[in-house]
């Protein structure tokens, strides 16, 4: 791989490590929060719903799920290896593939919205 | 050169149970898939707001389950220790930065990354009502 292009892939597992670290642990507090039943303020519809709709709420959801999905996805790639999976050109085609689909699955949700 | 080289046989699926760095290696490789589930997670979510008032209180109706809290609990924990706490750790020697002839020490780098965990972390559950 060229070193441009393994930058900016790493570049972007690299944002994507940092947003996740930061953000996931409250990502899955409000997860705990629901399945306890406790559901807050933020997270009833009109408000959630609101901020999904505005173009702050749209861009950070956007930015936050993508990324995460992009570093999620090179460091499977990463951990096939691992495991002892070396066929690396079909499963970095899988990963980044998947990455792809959810990225964009995200976006239309979105849309949607 | 000897003709039959020695080669220690590594186990190409189950090295990393050889050593204690090996083993936290791995632990913390795998986090990978926490993150790749709650983007799934999440994004069923967004599914369900796209959906309306009613697919959403469908679906916070489906989250409460005592089951996946004590497995939310577990993946807390697990998620903190091995991404975002080895994360920090591991910036400054991944993203060293330079300052002219200088690099800023490496304390200062992951206590930065602390102190925006904390704010952002803050800012959202303000912003959600959390707290």
Redesign the interface.
């Known amino acids: 791989m060229a070193i441009a292009k393994k930058a900016f892939v790493w570049g972007l597992f ?1 944002a994507g ?2 947003v ?18 406790r ?5 009833q ?1 009109g ?3 609101a901020f ?1 709709q505005s173009w702050v709420g749209k861009s950070g ?1 956007f930015l936050v ?1 993508s990324l ?2 992009w ?6 790639r ?2 096939f290896h ?3 999976v ?1 066929s690396d050109a079909l499963v970095a085609k899988a990963v980044y593939l998947a990455a792809l689909v ?1 990225t964009l ?2 976006a239309l ?2 849309f ?2 | 050169m000897s003709r039959r080289p020695y080669i220690r046989p590594v186990s190409k699926t189950t090295w990393y149970f050889r050593s204690g760095r090996y083993k936290r290696y791995i632990l913390r490789e795998i986090t990978c898939l926490l993150v790749g589930l709650y983007c799934v997670l999440t994004i069923r979510a967004l599914a369900a707001l796209a959906a309306g008032p009613e697919g959403w209180n469908v679906f916070l109706s489906a989250q409460r389950s005592p089951g996946l809290a004590g497995l939310h609990a577990v993946m807390l924990v697990y998620f903190l220790v091995y991404m975002t706490f080895d994360w920090f750790k591991l910036a400054p020697k991944a993203m060293p930065v330079q300052l002219g002839e200088k690099k800023l020490p490496d304390r200062a780098i992951v206590i930065a990354h602390y102190g925006l965990w904390i704010l952002v972390s803050l800012m959202l559950f303000r912003l959600l009502g959390v707290i």
Do not use: N
Request: aromatic residues 10%; proline residues 4%.
């Open positions: 690299a490590g940092t996740a670290a930061i953000v996931f642990p409250v990502l899955i507090v409000l997860f705990l929060l629901l399945s306890l039943g559901v807050p303020e933020g997270l519809f408000s959630i719903h999904a959801l799920l995460s999905l570093h999620s996805a090179h460091r499977l990463t951990v691992d495991f002892g070396r959810g699955i995200t949700f979105l949607k919205m």
